[in-house]
């Protein structure tokens, strides 16, 4: 007898978001069911992973993650099309660490130009991400939106303290936006209610309900994710609904377990793929829970990630 699978129906969806121009324009989301639960409805994108590179040199990134990028992270131009053409990457997050004071305190211009020649080198989607210093990112990424004008890329990151001028830059120069809040539901629900507000269409939202690492409060965020995935699609709450980032890189790469060397911790196995593993593991949790566009380094996590994708499908 044939196993035949039950079936549970939704009346929501997620938002599809397109980004970027021309023929390599990606969508995300779109689909009116759980992560991978194509037996139930529709999936009609697959998940983006994108590929982290910075305005700086990664001098703070681990050594087994900097090694395969040594060769042309000292210039993001170089490094942007490393990663489209050697890696092919579906996507670029440009993060511009070295805006941040207590970093190299780079000026908007200098990130204005920088997204500018990243621009003009690559032709898949782009992301564009601050320091995460509120102040500061409340002038770089409205001069970094500026820049990219019309080129539809994803400004981020607006949180509760900037969001009025990073939105505002975003909809002047017709980009997509990604809106932060601390691991909490209502914190996500009411910063996307405020940027509506202002007039932001809601379909060219991206939630970031932040991210932690394997180990290190993963559950937790998989459990925020999965309950605003869930009033998406049982609940149809039209603020639940722009696709989700997993933005795991940053946070998976600074714990003890993709740091500690072997030497330490000998049990532990060998420390690049113990960090490989640890990266995988993470982003895949998130792609389960509900993440349509992921940020991350390693490209043997980004091909591990892609080929559980690929099953999955």
């Not at 998989?222 to 946070?251: C, F, H, K, W």
């Amino acid at each position: 007898m044939a196993f035949t699978p039950s079936k549970e129906t939704y009346s929501g969806k997620v938002y599809p978001v397109t980004i970027g121009t021309g023929e390599q324009a990606v969508t995300l989301g779109g689909e009116n069911v759980l992560a991978f639960h194509a037996f139930e409805g529709a999936t009609p994108n697959r998940p983006v992973i994108a590929y982290e590179i910075q305005d700086v040199p990664p001098a703070d990134w681990p050594e087994n993650v900097r090694k395969p990028f040594e060769a042309v992270s000292s210039d993001p131009v170089t490094w942007a099309k490393y990663c489209q053409n050697e890696l092919k990457a579906s996507a670029i997050a440009l993060r511009l660490i070295g805006t941040h004071p207590d970093r190299e305190n780079r000026s908007a211009e200098d990130a204005a130009k920088t997204v500018k020649d990243v621009l003009a080198a690559i032709s898949v989607p782009l992301i564009i991400l601050g320091s995460n210093h509120a102040e500061k990112d409340s002038t770089v990424l409205v001069a970094a939106a500026e820049a990219a004008k019309d080129k539809n890329c994803i400004i981020g990151k607006a949180q509760e303290a900037n969001y009025k001028t990073i939105t505002a830059a975003a909809m002047a120069n017709n980009h997509k936006l990604v809106a932060m809040s601390e691991l909490d539901i209502n914190l996500s629900k009411q910063l996307n209610i405020l940027i509506t507000q202002m007039g932001f269409e809601k379909e060219r939202l991206i939630t970031d309900p932040m991210c932690s690492a394997l180990g290190y409060g993963l559950e937790y965020t998989y459990s925020v994710m999965e309950r605003i995935r869930l009033a998406a699609l049982t609940q149809n709450d039209m603020t639940m609904q722009p696709p989700m980032l997993g933005d795991v890189g940053m946070y998976v790469w600074k714990v003890k377990e993709t740091q500690a060397p072997e030497s330490d911790l000998p049990l532990w196995g060998p420390a690049e793929e113990r960090g490989i593993a640890w990266e995988a593991a993470t982003a895949t949790a998130l792609l389960i829970s509900g993440s349509e566009l992921l940020i991350m380094r390693h490209p043997k996590a980004v091909e591990a990630v892609m080929k559980t994708i690929e099953e999955l499908v």
